[in-house]
């Protein structure tokens, strides 16, 4: 039997959980099941639903701090990050515990005498495949909508998050339903048997797996949600300031290691040659700020890669700058000492269409780029398949907003960094970023519900 086994990326030898693999024939017997426990909770009132949510959310509240230290231990998560991922995820169950008692629908004029409406229902299985970077937050931004518009839910951790994952289901075991919340551990073969058994797929990874979950869920007629990714302009106009903005930029690109798809991967400094080395002065001393070290203490911000594969991505991906005849300007190197931990790296002088420019590197590491002027800037923010968010920098309003308008990214972000997220507020991208529905705010209860037409006529 196959098994399923996590490590501490920052402590290789330490076997954070290993587990037996689902089997598809499991997944079946999961899915059946979920299918049934639906049913009675889709039944309950809605007063129900809210107070399950709401138990949830009180008890992780109470067990926030065991939830931050196996983060920290599994995925690397810097302290910080790690207890405000689970201050998100409590607000979330919060949050949808409140979305419980939405509007099911809307009356309209009628046609003939009697009453015209519609009415949402849930769809029944959420099969959701989540990664390992946010092993709290992505499963509950996923599931809690779903379980508030009446679904039942099979989950598929990352491997590298499946220790967390559990962790939720025990939580969730105590103030749910039995077999109304389900993580099945596993890789492929049982991502693609919760798809196909499942009658709502949302999934977040890459952009390859995640165009293989979108066709396979299109094949069966299903509705399917995918978040892919992105490659993450910031442009910084020629009147902000360079270390306000350096601070900002070097954050949001380096803080967990560059391992959020909202990172930022480009910054277009918008100016002559100039400009531009005042803000890369900047961004130099903002990223060698920022040294890897150990996540578990206070004031790290930057942890390991989650990988070995990981760490080999970036130093691979600074060799074939230097080849190109570009410059490392900060990091690029391993650390010595035990995880896979990369410094924080800064690149510069490649083309626009290098592959390290268009292509998502996972990790700490950010391209430098120039324009002569904010169309410049906008065409190279635009020059990738990515659109998930942008972040502008400065203080012309009529340039700021040339750029809002200029870019076609789901997200923009002015004055501040790319990466954070509002759960109450839709998120998405475009291109090969995203597909399907957005996913949070009450947009995720439209995700995870069919809306029907209900016309009600009187006995004649």
């Known amino acids: 039997m196959s098994v399923v086994t996590s490590v501490s990326p920052q402590a290789p030898d330490d076997v954070v959980v290993e587990v037996p693999e689902t089997s598809v024939a499991d997944v079946l017997k999961a899915a059946e099941a979920a299918r049934a426990a639906q049913r009675e909770w889709w039944r309950a009132p809605a007063p129900a639903r809210a107070a399950a949510l709401g138990a949830a959310a009180a008890a992780l509240r109470a067990r926030a701090d065991e939830a931050a230290t196996l983060v920290i231990r599994e995925v690397g998560k810097p302290r910080v990050e790690a207890v405000g991922e689970v201050g998100r995820a409590v607000a979330i169950l919060e949050y949808y515990a409140q979305a419980a008692y939405a509007p099911l629908g809307a009356t309209l004029p009628a046609s003939l005498p009697g009453l015209l409406f519609t009415e949402r229902r849930p769809h029944g299985v959420a099969g959701l495949v989540t990664p390992w970077n946010f092993p709290l937050a992505i499963p509950l931004w996923k599931a809690a909508p779903a379980l508030a518009a009446g679904n039942a839910v099979l989950l598929k951790p990352s491997p590298d998050a499946t220790a967390?994952?559990?962790?939720?289901?025990?939580?969730?075991?105590?103030?749910?339903?039995?077999?109304?919340?389900?993580?099945?551990?596993?890789?492929?073969?049982?991502?693609?048997?919760?798809?196909?058994?499942?009658?709502?797929?949302?999934?977040?990874?890459?952009?390859?797996?995640?165009?293989?979950?979108?066709?396979?869920?299109?094949?069966?007629?299903?509705?399917?949600?995918?978040?892919?990714?992105?490659?993450?302009?910031?442009?910084?106009?020629?009147?902000?300031?360079?270390?306000?903005?350096?601070?900002?930029?070097?954050?949001?690109?380096?803080?967990?290691?560059?391992?959020?798809?909202?990172?930022?991967?480009?910054?277009?400094?918008?100016?002559?040659?100039?400009?531009?080395?005042?803000?890369?002065?900047?961004?130099?001393?903002?990223?060698?700020?920022?040294?890897?070290?150990?996540?578990?203490?206070?004031?790290?911000?930057?942890?390991?890669?989650?990988?070995?594969?990981?760490?080999?991505?970036?130093?691979?991906?600074?060799?074939?700058?230097?080849?190109?005849?570009?410059?490392?300007?900060?990091?690029?190197?391993?650390?010595?000492?035990?995880?896979?931990?990369?410094?924080p790296t800064l690149l510069d002088g490649i083309a626009a269409d290098h592959p390290v420019a268009t292509t998502e590197t996972f990790g700490p590491m950010a391209v430098v780029q120039r324009a002569a002027d904010v169309a410049e800037a906008v065409a190279l923010a635009e020059g990738v398949d990515f659109g998930l968010v942008t972040s502008v920098h400065g203080r012309d309003m009529g340039e700021i907003l040339e750029v809002v308008r200029g870019v076609q990214t789901g997200m923009v972000k002015v004055n501040a960094p790319t990466t954070g997220v509002d759960f109450w507020a839709p998120f998405g991208g475009e291109r090969d970023s995203s597909y399907g529905q957005r996913e949070q705010g009450l947009a995720a209860l439209d995700f995870y519900s069919s809306v029907r037409t209900i016309t009600l006529s009187p006995h004649p």
């Open 164 to 343: 967390s994952a559990l962790w939720l289901a025990d939580l969730l075991a105590g103030v749910l339903p039995a077999d109304l919340f389900r993580v099945l551990p596993g890789g492929a073969d049982t991502g693609t048997a919760i798809c196909d058994a499942a009658d709502v797929v949302s999934f977040t990874g890459s952009v390859g797996v995640g165009g293989q979950v979108v066709a396979r869920a299109a094949q069966r007629g299903v509705h399917v949600q995918a978040e892919m990714g992105g490659q993450n302009a910031a442009i910084v106009l020629h009147d902000a300031d360079p270390g306000v903005a350096a601070a900002q930029i070097a954050g949001a690109a380096m803080g967990f290691a560059g391992q959020k798809c909202t990172a930022t991967r480009r910054v277009v400094v918008v100016g002559g040659e100039q400009r531009a080395a005042a803000v890369i002065e900047a961004l130099v001393a903002a990223v060698r700020g920022l040294q890897p070290g150990d996540p578990s203490q206070a004031g790290v911000l930057v942890g390991p890669v989650i990988a070995p594969a990981a760490r080999s991505k970036v130093l691979d991906a600074t060799a074939a700058v230097t080849a190109a005849g570009g410059r490392v300007l900060a990091g690029g190197t391993s650390v010595d000492r035990d995880g896979w931990f990369v410094t």
